[in-house]
């Protein structure tokens, strides 16, 4: 295990004059992906054609990779796969935690979840009918708000706007306490902070691997089931890929073992070569390293801001328990704002209303990231820099 | 338009030293491809990293990408829009023809439905309740079965066992003048034969790109909806790249119009940006021509094997108008005789209890391929090549 992040920063193709502070979005692209694309192109599909479900281990990549974010996660092996986005990961799990509390209806949430989660959620609902309802609290409001009509709690545990993360361990076993199941959402967790599933007592769980574990554009989702619930909960989507046998083309449906399941179609093999590359790079990870030095860079980039930009609130909490691995600022003048510091070279997010929110990955981040970046973000306040026409002009994808 | 097939053969990059009769199942790999996908890697997300969505166009892929498999099927522009996997949408699919008939229950399909769509309708049927169920009947069955209980026809059109093709015209036909909606599956359709799916009033269809296709493994699924429905079906899975506004990040779900509801998650780029080299190919091809030469090479394929393989039992009709792009052979020995052929440098495909089928690509397939195919079929039969004992090993693929 390495605590070595100027190895792990060169492991990585970031263009010379950005600071990258954005990897809570869009991971960037590990310097091996390329090659290992490649082959998976040429030698795997081009040479082996069909065959490359067998010779180049395909089918199985699912299972494989999943056992190495696994390790990320505080997952137990052979309790994770791969496929889908993390939306249908999203559909699936609470699906299955639904079919397994016949008796309750609410799906309580709170209303920092990341709105797809919602939307899931709410269609879900309107097609189950049979009171299954979504209820959604402030996050500070979850925990009293857990109660006997809850059949499953949906959380992300740490806020896609704020930063804010919640006590994953303690809103487990309040809700398993009041017969309630979990479905944790990792988005912002797998790869930015230790996640310990098992000893949290999770029942589902469900991530993407193209923010903070660098799988690019569009990389696949991850599921956790819990070993306990893996061979009862339903997949809902039971496509083909989860069934026991799927090449023995039975008419009927007979749900696979395990959480193998979960799995529904042909696997995106491409998007999974590209995790495997990155995956490379984690495996040598210790995540309790991982988790002291992003503090210190996010407590360096608060203690910055906080001295150099008067005029931005903090959203991100002080406590470290508390957070996440970015830091996020109001402003209201923020998308404009942080249009103006992408033309200086530093690229964060902006997320409505009014939040700037900057990723700080310590497996490609330094200090040297933060003081640039508070630097520019300073000066643009200073010089009001975003007060030009092109800095308010919205892109679609924000 | 070309229909200069010697042209887009040299398009691909095949082996040397096999005949690939595989490519309903995977094409093979476009010589444009590992490029394409090398400038998606590097020069998008390597060098532009999140603002990739933007200046790279990658959010709107799957609609720009999916009006260029539109022409290919008959579709409307602004209809097909691409994500998933071809289970996952024929989830949607039935769905939102479910919804939009309420008052009745039956999902009508036939016995040589890909089990993965049963799988789903079973699922689904399942999952809903409100007597929702699935009945299936054989193939030649199918018209007769068309009651006023059906809600909604779910056939592929083109059998993925025996290359036997539904008269879509005529089954749609007749399932909307008894009240019935209809999803067609053209996973053996697209890019197989011409489809019209506007001229044939059709409601739903889905299908994948990695067959016909040649976008690569677990290259993502594309969905039509007839634009007179499209307003109005539920998504389904209701993701937020499906919301009229996925970037305000609102709480409530509120669907895009026409067929941008259907996607679900961020879209895979990278299998994405292999379709697109693959599509550079197919919006040269026209499709009568396709079709012409596609019957062209099955019917020497099927003249030659009854000239030379008396133990063969044919599959798959004569009548051209009932013909899919592959053909179909029954032999009890199927899976090692299969075996026996790939050691000898022909790639087909098994599929459960007997059958081995050949596609035939216009694209990439030739006479030279299907002659050298059988001759080396016979010699496998005449000689029993087959009756070894490690052509009987089973593959977990198959």
């Known amino acids: 295990m390495t605590t070595d992040f100027a190895r792990t920063r060169a492991l990585f193709d970031l263009p010379p004059d950005v600071i990258y502070l954005d990897g809570n979005s869009l991971g960037p692209l590990p310097r091996a992906t390329p090659d290992r694309v490649a082959r998976t192109l040429t030698q795997e599909w081009g040479q082996m054609l069909i065959t490359a479900w067998n010779r180049a281990g395909w089918m199985e990549m699912p ?96 806020d896609y706007r704020t930063g804010r993360r919640h006590d994953m361990a303690a809103l487990t076993a309040r809700a398993q306490a009041a017969g309630a199941l979990t479905v944790w959402d990792l988005a912002h967790s797998a790869g930015a902070l230790p996640v310990d599933l098992a000893g949290c007592n999770a029942d589902f769980a469900a991530g993407c691997t193209y923010k903070y574990l660098n799988a690019g554009p569009g990389g696949p989702a991850f599921i956790y089931v819990a070993p306990r619930h893996a061979d009862t909960a339903p997949a809902g989507l039971s496509g083909w890929l989860g069934h026991e046998a799927p090449f023995a083309f039975d008419p009927d449906y007979r749900p696979a073992r395990g959480v193998e399941r979960m799995r529904v179609g042909t696997p995106p093999i491409l998007q999974l070569a590209a995790l ?7 495996d040598s ?114």
Not at 85 to 114: E, H
Not at 139 to 146: D, K, L, S, Y
Not at 298 to 313: N, S
């Open 63 to 158: 299972a494989r990779l999943g056992d190495r974010i696994g390790r990320l996660i505080g997952a137990e092996p052979g309790s994770v796969t791969l496929g889908d986005t993390l939306s249908v990961k999203i559909w699936q799990a609470l699906a299955a935690a639904l079919a397994l509390k016949p008796g309750r209806g609410v799906i309580l949430s709170d209303t920092g979840n990341f709105p797809s989660d919602l939307y899931i959620a709410q269609g879900l609902a309107a097609m189950l009918g049979r009171g299954v309802t979504l209820r959604t609290v402030a996050p500070e409001a979850v925990e009293a708000a857990i109660d006997d009509t809850v059949a499953v709690l949906m959380l992300t545990e740490v």
């Open 276 to 282: 495997e590359a990155s995956l490379d790079i984690w």
């Open 285 to 398: 990870v210790d995540m309790a390293a991982l988790r002291a030095r992003s503090l210190e860079l996010t407590d360096r980039f608060i203690a910055r801001v906080e001295a150099a930009c008067p005029d931005l609130r903090l959203a991100t909490p002080r406590d470290h328990a508390r957070r996440g691995s970015q830091v996020s600022l109001h402003h209201p003048q923020g998308y404009a704002i942080m249009q103006a510091l992408i033309a200086r070279g530093v690229i964060g997010d902006f997320r409505a209303p009014d939040i700037l929110r900057f990723g700080l990955a310590p497996l490609y981040n330094t200090e040297a990231c933060v003081d640039a970046a508070v630097d520019r973000l300073a000066q643009v306040l200073r010089d009001r820099l975003w007060d030009r026409p092109e800095f308010h002009r919205r892109a679609r994808v924000t």
